[in-house]
């Protein structure tokens, strides 16, 4: 195995929140096989859950993944990424003999772009929101839930929430077309 890839928190997959432990266990699995442990930030990152920064950083202070993703959100709309690792890969990769390359990188609009990000979120105080916007919405939806069968698991943390959608709460059957029509609704 080369990497392991995930999102931190399963977003578009259902907004899954993975068990306490888990990905300790699937890092100790794939750095016995050899390969590193790539955690996908791009819409769960920078802030979303509230209370961290990173999504990872939700599974103890015990795991850090070798390699970081993100994208998205941290241009607020302007196409930018990034990837962060440790030095130990850094260096691998540099001592390879694989020259450096890229297309656009330190491009200094992209850069000022995501600098003002960083700035908004802090000097707004944009994770403390995510809290209490975030409990505010679960509450509402929970709400939402008790006047509608059609709602089942509410789940997340901070902004980062979802809503499952069923025709059966014991058998949790997706209700697929009711789901379709709130989407384009």
């Not at 750095?31 to 442990?37: E, I, L, P, R, S």
């Not at 961290?52 to 998205?72: L, Y």
């Amino acid at each position: 195995i080369a990497a392991f890839i995930a999102e931190s928190m399963q977003s578009c997959g259902g907004q899954i929140i993975p068990p306490a432990g888990y990905f300790q266990k699937v890092a100790e699995y794939v750095h016995g096989a050899g390969g590193v442990f790539i955690a996908d930030e791009v819409q769960v990152g920078f802030g979303r859950v509230g209370k961290h920064f990173w999504s990872f950083q939700m599974h103890g202070e015990d795991f850090a993944p070798d390699i970081v993703t993100m994208g998205k959100s941290m241009g607020n709309g302007h196409p930018v990424a990034c990837v962060v690792t440790t030095k130990e890969i850094a260096e691998a990769f540099s001592s390879s003999g694989m020259e450096y390359f890229n297309t656009y990188a330190g491009n200094p609009v992209s850069c000022a772009v995501g600098l003002a990000v960083l700035d908004v979120i802090e000097n707004e105080d944009l994770q403390e929101n995510a809290i209490r916007v975030g409990n505010f919405l679960t509450e509402l939806l929970k709400k939402q839930k008790a006047k509608h069968t059609l709602i089942g698991d509410i789940r997340g943390i901070g902004l980062f929430i979802g809503i499952d959608l069923v025709k059966d709460h014991q058998k949790r059957t997706p209700a697929t077309a009711e789901a379709q029509h709130i989407i384009y609704k």
